[in-house]
């Protein structure tokens, strides 16, 4: 049974960063995508970072430069790095996961954390 956890949210002044994780439970021993969401209120869901299941990483441009995806060594804990946060930055962050490549409708997903940026 796959299980995802978030934590590290917060509230921080623009400028500043925090570090978000994601205990997974389920996915270690799989090849699996992992992404980190985020969702604005009157927003759409959208992606943020992710790590195919070969180990690369993508991260999309309204973040580039600002935020970072990894991994431990275990797999087992997914991590984004946020660096010079901005107010647009405000969101609920999710994690989630699918097994295989990043193609497609991710199946697992965490419960959140906030993320609340003031300027």
């Known amino acids: 049974q796959v299980q995802l956890v978030e934590s590290g949210g917060g509230s921080v002044q623009a400028g500043g960063s925090l570090r978000l994780s994601c205990a997974t439970s389920?996915?270690?021993?799989?090849?699996?995508?992992m992404g980190w969401f985020r969702q604005a209120p009157g927003k759409v869901r959208e992606v943020v970072a992710r790590v195919d299941s070969d180990g690369s990483t993508f991260i999309e441009e309204p973040v580039k430069g600002r935020f970072s995806i990894s991994q431990n060594n275990a797999k087992n804990t997914l991590y984004l790095q946020m660096n010079t946060l901005k107010p647009e930055d405000t969101a609920m962050y999710y994690c989630?996961?699918?097994?295989?490549?990043?193609?497609?409708?991710?199946?697992?997903w965490g419960q959140g954390t906030q993320v609340t940026v003031s300027s």
């Open positions: 989630a996961a699918k097994r295989g490549s990043c193609v497609g409708t991710w199946t697992y």
């Open positions: 389920g996915v270690s021993y799989n090849p699996y995508c």
